[in-house]
């Protein structure tokens, strides 16, 4: 038996679990997800990383996006935008029905821990899908135009601003899901997904005792990067990694993980990297092909992942 558990983000972790669950019983995957981009929007709760695991494992993802719902409709939507919004945020028909079932169950009291597993139960899934903390987190960008939430950098003000630092607000007190720790202690293989290192992955090892916690569980910890040929697949990782000042490349990446993992996936493309990140940064290097295209590519790369970490499937 190999048991994974998975740090997490949205749609590059999404991929990656999606094929780690075809090559190992999704019963023995444990993906632990970041909650820093969680939302308060027209009163719902909104949790788009759990949400875009959710929906990519179980199949029902829009293949375009990578996020939302295959075949959505927009009529609320529209209607809400005749009335005057808000409408900045896309959710779609049938989407608002999960934040609809989210925030009703919390506000009757129970956790978001407990919520998701019933989403994902719901959605026919076996694996074990906990948010990173049960508390509230949320991820706050600094930048020349102020200090804005996560959603209203990303969505509202399309990612325009120069990004100078990140903030996890509640951090400080937020406890991390007992759960996760739990699994993380008894996982035979941890697995840093590519997210996005700075708002995926940095939210959940800020959380208090997580890092500490991966970096003395027993299990080999296997990082694979986001970034390949010095950009992002998708989204603002690039953009982030620059603004912060570190280097938009798979060494940049690794250089983020040197404390916390063993070894650092990157894919065949930044392969002339391999030799300079093993060197500078002392974590062992295996190339893969990490383009997750197809179903194919995804379940190879998980594969390669369990095979680094020592657990051949
Ligand atoms: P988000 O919250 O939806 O942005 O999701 P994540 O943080 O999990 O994923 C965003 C990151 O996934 C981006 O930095 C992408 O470069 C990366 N990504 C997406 N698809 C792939 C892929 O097929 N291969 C690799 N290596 N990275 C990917
Ligand atoms: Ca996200």
Redesign the pocket.
Known sequence: MTRAAVL????????FLDGLVRVLPPRDVTAIVNVG?DMEWAGLHIS??ID?VIYTLADMVNPET??GLRGETRRTLDRLSDLGGPDWFMIGDLDLATHLFRSHWLEQGNPLSTITRDLARRAGLALTILPATDDRLRTLVNTDAGEFSFQDYFVRRRAADTVRSLRFDGVETAQPLPKAILALLEADVIVI????PF??IEPILSVRTMRETVIKARAPVVA?????GGQ????P?ADIMASLGHDVSALGVARLYAEIADTFVL?QADAALAGEIEAETGLHVDVLP????DAAAKTALARGVLEAAGHAV
Not at 8 to 15: E, H, I, K, P, S
Not at 232 to 235: F, I, N, S
Not at 290 to 293: A, C, E, N, Q, S
Request: glycine share 14%.
């Open positions: 997490a983000g949205g749609v590059g972790a999404a991929r981009d788009p990383d875009t990578g996020w997904a590519p997210s996005n708002l995926s694979i990067s986001p970034i390949i992002a697949v998708k989204g990782a894919d990490t383009l997750m295209v």
